[in-house]
Structures are given as C-alpha cells and as structure tokens.
C-alpha cells in the first residue's frame, strides 16, 4: 500500500527568502527518491510540505492524486525520520514506537509485540527496554525509522537522518535504510545535501536550487549527463577545458577530437566538462601522439584512489588515479595527459 | 602537592560556616529541647498543641495553596511568553520575573496595603468590605505576587526544553495537542512542575516580612509570627525555648519539602538535555 | 527568596511554533499584567493623592529629609557591599579549589551551601539571638567577650553581614556553579598554566573575566536580598532600610508606600544596568 508523491508548481516564502519557487516533481509509487542540494535549496521545506509542517503559499501536493494541501499533520500518514533529537525523552525504545498505535488505541499487547517485531527489523533487538539517552546516535535513529514505520505509512519520509552521525555509522545506515525500503517497497522521499548518500541509495535524485529543480533522473543519469552548469558542479567534481568545436559534432580538446554529448552550444570556443576518473595520466616519456606533457603539482591519498592536480599548459586539470599508483606519481613527476575516447559534455565558454 | 590545596582554599568558607551557621544551629538545637537549665520534651510538646499548632496548620494551609495555585499560574504565564513571537515581549517578562521573584518583603506588603487595604485605592472602587486584604485569601493573593514570577522563572526553560520535533513527531504519529500533552510533554515538564510547587511552598513558608508588614498576625495564624513574637516579647519570659522548638519544627517540615526538590531537579536537567 | 535572577540562564527564544489562537494568549497576559501592574499604580497614586489635599508630591520631596532615611539607605549599602565582598571572599576560592583539585568535596560542598535553604530565615535569627545572649555570658570572662560585642555594634553591626552572608550563600553557590561549569574553569586554568601564568595570574585573568556574569548574577542577588532583608534585621533590633520603612510606616504612610516604590525602582535599575553590561557576553 504504497504512494505516489506528487509537488505541483510548490510556492513558500518565508519573510524575504523564497524557500520554494514552484516546484514540480513526480514520485513514483516504491521509489527512493533523494532530494539533494545545498543548504536553502528548499528540500527539507519540500518535505515539511508533505507531512504537513509546512504549508505552501500556491501550488499543491498530492498523495495518490489527492490533493492533501487541506490536511492536518497528523492526519497524513507519512512517516517521517527527523535530522536528531526527536525521540520522545520519557519513552523508552518500544513505547516510542508504540505511539503512532497507542494513540490509535491499539491494544497494548498488540502494539507492543509489533513495537518489538519492528525494532527487530531496524536491527535493535533487546533494546527496546532502552531510553533515547541511553542510545548512541545511529540507534536513536534506527529507533526513529521504527517509530515512523508503526502506522505502516503510504510514504516514508527522511529530513538528512544521517547527518548528525559519524561517518562509519552514516554508511552502514545508509545501507539499511535502501534495504529495509526496498523490502517493503515504500514510497521515500529522502532529503540530503550529501552527494555521495543520493547516488548510493536512490532510485532517482532530485537536485534542487534556490527553491527550483533543476534535474531529475537515475544517479547515473545525473552524474553522466549534468543539464546545468550547477549540477555539474554540484554532483562531484567537473574540469573545465578549453576546446574547439570541429563543426562534424565532435571537440578538439588537449590535441584530442571527441565527439560531443547532446547538444553543443554555439562555438567555435567552448568549455570541455572532463570528470577527473576520465583523465588518463601516464607517465613521460609518451610516444601516444595526442598526448601532451604536463606536471603533478599536488596529490591527495584517498585510500582506493588518488586525486592527483596537474599543470598542463597554464590548465589546471584534476585526475583521479588507483590508489596503488600514488607513489609513481608524486608532486613533480613529469606526466602524459590523455582524456578518455568516449562522448563529453560541452558547455558555452 | 595537590590534596593539600584543596583543602586550604575551601577552609575559610569551612570555618565560617562552622562558626556562623553551625553555632546558632546548635544553639537552636541545645534551646529546643531545654527547659530551665534541663533536657525536656516540653518545648517541643507545647510547640505543637494549641495557638502553636493553629500557627503551623495556618502556614502550611498558606503556603500549600500559595503553591499550587501559583504554580498554575505561573505556568500559563510562562507558556504564554515562551510560545509568544515578540522577543521583546518575553525579554520584558523574563526581567520582570527576575525581579519580583527576588521582591517580596516589606514593599510588597505596602503595595498591597495602599491597593487593597482598608483605605486603599482600589479597595474603595471595588466596593471590597473593611479587612478583605487582612484575611486568609488576601494573604494568598498578596503571596502570588512574588511565587507567580518565580514559577515563571522555573518554567520557561523547562518550556523552552521541550523541542519542536517532539511536537511534531507526535502529530506525524498521528497525535492531537491532547495527546501530545498528555504522553509527551506534560511528562517531560513534570519534574520541573513538582520542583516549582516545592519551592513556591518553601519560599511562601519561610516567608515572614511580608506578613508582619501587613499587619495580618490577628487574622492569619502564621508560625513565623509566632517564633517573631516569641523572641521579641518581654512578657511571656520562657517562651524563647517554645519559640526554637517552633524553630526546629519549621525546620524539619522545610527539610522534607526540600528533600523531594532536590532530586526532582536533578531528573529535570536529565531529560532536558 | 528566589533561587534564580533569569540572568545566568541563557534563554534563546526558540524557533516561532505553530500559530496558537492569540486570544488566549492576550487573555494571559491581560490578567497578568493587571495583577502586577495594578499594585504599583495604585501605590503611586496613593503617595501622590490625599482626599483632602488632592495631588501632591510632597512624599518624594521629603524622602531626602525624613528622618533616618539616609542614614538607613546607607547603612544598608555598606552592609550589602559588605556582603558581596566576603561571600565571594569566602565562597570562590573554595569553589575553585574544590573544582580544580579537590572534586572529592564537591558533594560536601553542595550540601553545604544548599543547607541554609532548609533553615528560614525567622529560625536563624531564632538561634543567632540565643547564641549572642548565651554567648555573652558564656564568654564574658575571656578576650572574646569583646569581639562579641563589637559585631554589634550598631554603628556597623558585622554580625549582621556575617547573617546575610549565610542566607545568600545557596544562591552565590549556584550561580558560580552554573558559571564555572559553562565556562569549563578546568580546561581554561590548565591553558593559562600551559601558558606560564602563576596562580594569582589566573585566577585574576583567566578565571574572573569568564566568570562575569556569574558574578554579577551573584551580587545583583546579594544586593537585592540585604536591601530587603527585614527578618534577621529587625528580630536583632538593627535599623537598615527594609527596618526603616516599616518603623515610619506608622506614622507616615504615604512615605514608606513611595520609599516602597523607589526601593522597586532601584532593584530594577540595578539588574537592567547588571544585565547590559554583562548579558551581551556570549554563554
């Protein structure tokens, strides 16, 4: 018994600041579906809009086509998971859970034994005699995902549930989280600013800015094919070379001819948009005709990778190479450039 | 090196309070349980029976109702500052209380006197009969005016501790402002309600200018005015020893009132993390 | 007697909640503010009216040149700058020792300082009084005799600061407490130390700056308590101001309901003035 989400044309303005600027955005029933941006995007304000914290100014949100604008909070069932902070203090673990049925005047066996059967589900069995301040962080959360999961909700709502823990905590959860809502097949609307979460878990990632979208589709989608500048920027990170349109569709860039990807913008000068795991380096001496010489100026050790920065003619380019070739290519190394063969994004200069 | 510095920087406070608070203490003791030179139960017999007994079930009437009733109050006021959008207005209302709190004393008495007493100014336009102010009620309503503020003062952190997701978890769960109350947050202020009504009792019991200010001694027995009289009197020689045993009564009802606050303020700041 | 001023408390207005109806709320406050503002209204117009004489300001004229009232006023200052200065004498040095090296006190400490709470005021004087008497015949025979008597004097009666230094202490105690625990006094002494200073350099620059507002906190409540101390005051036969006001309240009502009124004031002015000079410090 799952939903589809619906924002039409969304509207809030809180004082002088424009949260949301006519939002519109389709969630498909049993879809995770990431709301990602900066701070002041306007994606928590979007989420408050359909648990019914917030109300919007103009526009609409529809649960199943139904227009719940009108609606009061607590009559949604939308299950929401709160940033920190939002267990009930005097309750322990299973009388939180508990709450949504207790107040629906589920009998206390009945709701207890589900209370149970949930936080075993969350990974917290025998917790549940626990209270939030005896819990770490990452529990109190799971604790929360419990609770908003009680009433069995037609959606499933996360305001970045995962920013306030540690690192380590934050993917494993993350994890969990993808796997217990793929299980049930819940409709999720999962807010973060937080790239690398949105492209992990989600079925599809909504960026928005300044109240807007700016796009919407598959992580790989958003990834490999940027509609705006900002999404480029904003979704890992993007070099910007200087090229030539070559008139036949395809780019002259670092002495290579690439063919473009979508459409070009009017040239002949553009911007060349590279991912850094797309730049090959090698070292010198290189016979590859169409490479050029360029120096390491800097790396940085990832572990499973190297961010290396070069200097190639006065351009600044930044390369991701196996973590295992660091030591070849160490600051001041004399290094082959050479971008892979395959379509990329070009963008007015 | 280490212990010994410790022991030296508390050592003068130690000795003062030895002196200063410890001796009159055991003087109090010593006096209460002596008669003319010899160890007697009289005192504190006496102390408890007749005009003395009326004092102490007076006060304690005083201060139960003083408590209870500006604990209401002064938790509406509180809720009404803390959910209010003005900031200026809490800042007006938090200082107020932070001064009428501490006020009390003989000004307030005055106050009162010139409102509501026999030719105060208010008295005349309400048409009130001669002595309502001396009276019980009139007691009460004079006493609010410093427990109010001070409940004020005790609530509106606790207020400000409850915090927005709970509230709003609560209504995800499908709750109604009732059930939030009911399960959430009047639980969660508990603690602090109960270490208000305490100590709006304990500070409306130890109170004694106020009342004597007033002049309410013949209307309202209260014990305080008793011990006052007690130790001022030349009259009743021997009654000083009745007035400690009073004294010590006082003291052990105090203790108990505050032997529930002190660890109703300690679970408050648990919760209210 | 309050155990909070709402000065060492940070309150930070919380994030605006959901419209409740306003009317209730202007009810609340409409009630409130008649109940406390009607008093002192009505006070001010009784010291300025008399059905005879109609509206004169003749109380506040004469306050200057009533009989006691500057003596009074300023036997109650000094008392009270008395107070301040030895119950922080007394009470920071042993709440920073026990603090930094001595935490095993702590516990002792609190029951301490939180023991004069359970004792009212009117028992106090009740034992203060009987230990004077006693002790003046007790000790008539040797040296101290005299240092007994000499706290009584009525000039300055010491013992009367000695009283309220007691009476005080649970609300300097925690007031301190709550500043040396936001201002982690541990971490900030070891710091100065790491960087050199010597005991009197922290506790002068390190521990007192940071702990501004406790301070000020704790004497706004000294300050306010022996300015309307009337119980220990009066039952030891002494004559401050609290005293004052009531001895010439028999005779000149209209006169003790303005001094009444202007003691208000004062105690007004005085936590504005000790809140804006120190409320802007970051908690």
């Known amino acids: 018994m799952t939903s589809k989400v619906e924002f039409r044309a969304l509207r809030r303005v809180f004082g002088r600041t424009v949260a949301l600027d006519g939002l519109d955005l389709t969630i498909e029933p049993g879809r995770l579906v990431a709301l990602l941006g900066p701070s002041g995007c306007g994606k928590t304000t979007a989420l408050r809009c359909v648990a019914g914290f917030e109300r919007p100014d103009s526009g609409a949100v529809l649960i199943d086509g139904e227009d719940v604008t009108d609606v009061p909070a607590n009559k949604r069932d939308a299950g929401m998971v709160f940033q920190s902070y939002s267990l009930f203090p005097n309750l322990n673990a299973r009388d939180n859970v508990a709450f949504g049925p207790r107040v629906r005047k589920v009998p206390a066996a009945v709701r207890r034994a589900r209370a149970d059967e949930l936080l075993e589900l969350v990974g917290l069995p025998g917790l549940a005699g626990r209270y939030p301040h005896q819990l770490s962080g990452g529990q109190q959360q799971r604790v929360a995902l419990a609770r908003a999961l009680a009433l069995e909700p037609r959606v499933l709502l996360l305001d970045e549930p995962l ?48 109240g807007r979208l700016e796009q919407a589709g598959p992580p790989a989608e958003v990834y490999d094919r940027p509609a705006t500048p900002f999404v480029a920027e904003f979704v890992g990170t993007m070099n910007h070379l200087p090229g030539r349109l070559a008139g036949d569709g395809k780019v002259t860039v670092l002495g290579q ?93 | ?54 004092a102490m079930i007076g006060s304690v009437q005083v201060s139960a109702v003083v408590a209870l009733s500006g604990a209401v109050l002064g938790t509406f006021l509180a809720y009404a500052v803390v959910t209010s959008r003005s900031a200026a207005l809490r800042g007006a209302v938090l200082t107020a209380s932070g001064v009428l709190a501490n006020f009390g004393g003989v000004p ?33 309503f004079v006493y609010l005016y410093f427990s109010v503020p001070l409940m004020v003062l005790v609530m509106a952190p606790a207020l400000d501790g409850l915090r927005p997701q709970w509230r709003e978890a609560a209504a995800n769960s499908g709750a109604t402002a009732w059930h939030y109350w009911r399960h959430v947050g ?36 209260l014990v305080t005015l008793k011990i006052a009289n007690a130790l001022t009197s030349d009259v009743l020689v021997g009654q000083e020893n009745v007035a400690l045993a009073l004294s010590l009564d006082m003291i052990v009802i105090a203790g108990l009132v505050m032997a529930v606050y002190l660890p109703l303020q300690r679970r408050s700041t648990r919760w209210l993390r | 007697m309050a155990a909070v001023t709402g000065l060492e408390r940070p309150l930070s207005p919380g994030p605006a909640r959901p419209g409740r109806s306003r009317a209730w709320r202007a009810v609340v406050f409409a009630l409130a503010g ?106 008539a025979p040797t040296p101290f005799w005299a240092t007994l008597i000499a706290i009584q004097d009525p000039g300055f009666p010491v013992v009367l600061v000695l009283a309220y230094v007691v009476l005080v202490l649970p609300f300097v105690y925690r007031s301190l407490d709550a500043g040396l625990r936001t201002m982690d006094v541990r971490t900030l002494v ?15 620059r390190v521990v007192v700056p940071n702990l501004r507002s406790a301070l000020a906190s704790a004497s706004f409540l000294t300050l306010a308590l022996v300015f309307g101390e009337y119980t220990v005051s009066r039952l030891l036969g002494y004559q401050p101001f609290a005293v004052w006001i009531v001895t010439v309240s028999g005779s000149r009502g209209q006169l003790s309901v303005a001094v009444s009124i202007l003691s208000l004031l004062l105690v007004w002015l005085l936590l504005l003035a000790v809140s804006t000079a120190f409320g802007r410090e970051k908690k």
């Open chain 3, 190 to 204: 070891e710091a100065g130390r790491n960087l050199g200073a010597s005991w009197p350099q922290v506790l002068l």
């Open chain 1, 257 to 349: 001819a690439l063919p473009v990807d979508g459409p070009a913008p009017s040239g002949p000068e553009v911007d060349v948009l590279v991912r850094p795991e797309a730049v090959q380096v090698s070292l010198s001496p290189g016979a590859d005709p169409g490479s050029g010489s360029g120096e390491v100026v800097a790396a940085s050790f990832r572990g499973s990778s190297v961010r290396l920065r070069l200097l190639l003619d006065g351009q600044e380019i930044l390369a991701d190479v196996p973590g295992h070739e660091a030591a070849r290519l160490a600051p001041g190394t004399r290094v082959d450039v050479r971008l892979v063969e395959r379509p990329v994004l070009v963008a007015a200069r």
């Open chain 1, 163 to 210: 920013s306030a823990l540690d690192a380590k905590v934050r993917v494993a959860l993350r994890e969990e989280i993808r796997r217990l809502q793929l299980d049930l097949g819940i409709t999720t609307i999962f807010v973060t600013h937080d790239q690398e979460e949105a492209l992990s878990i989600a079925d599809q990632v909504a960026v928005l800015r300044d």
């Open chain 2, 108 to 140: 307030l008495a005055f106050f009162w006197v010139a409102t509501l007493g026999n030719s105060g100014v208010v008295s005349g336009l309400l048409g009130l009969p001669s002595g309502s102010l001396y009276s019980f009620w009139g007691l009460v």
């Open chain 2, 1 to 54: 090196m280490r212990r010994p510095a410790g022991w030296l920087g508390a050592l003068p406070l130690l000795v003062f309070y030895a002196f200063v608070f410890g001796i009159p203490l055991a003087a109090l003791l010593a006096g209460a349980f002596t008669s003319r030179g010899e160890p007697t139960l009289a005192n504190l017999r006496q102390s408890l029976e007749g005009g003395n007994l009326t």
């Open chain 3, 34 to 139: 008649l109940y406390f503002l009607v008093p002192l209204g009505a006070s001010l117009w009784y010291t300025i009216h008399t059905p005879t004489t109609g509206v004169s300001f003749a109380p506040y004229a004469e306050l200057l040149t009533a009989e006691g009232f500057i003596s009074s006023l300023a036997l109650s200052l000094a008392l009270a700058l008395a107070t301040i200065a030895l119950v922080l004498l007394l009470t920071l040095p042993a709440m920073l020792a026990v603090r930094l090296f001595a935490p095993g006190l702590r516990p002792l400490m609190e029951v301490l300082c939180t023991l004069p709470l359970v004792v009212p005021p009117i028992t106090f004087v009740a034992g203060l009084s009987t230990s004077l008497r006693v002790g003046a015949d007790v000790l």
């Open chain 2, 186 to 221: 009047l639980p969660v202020l508990t603690p602090a309600l109960l270490g208000g009504v305490v100590l709006l009792f304990g500070a409306a019991f130890a109170a004694y200018a106020t009342a004597a200010a007033m002049g309410a001694g013949t209307v309202v027995p």
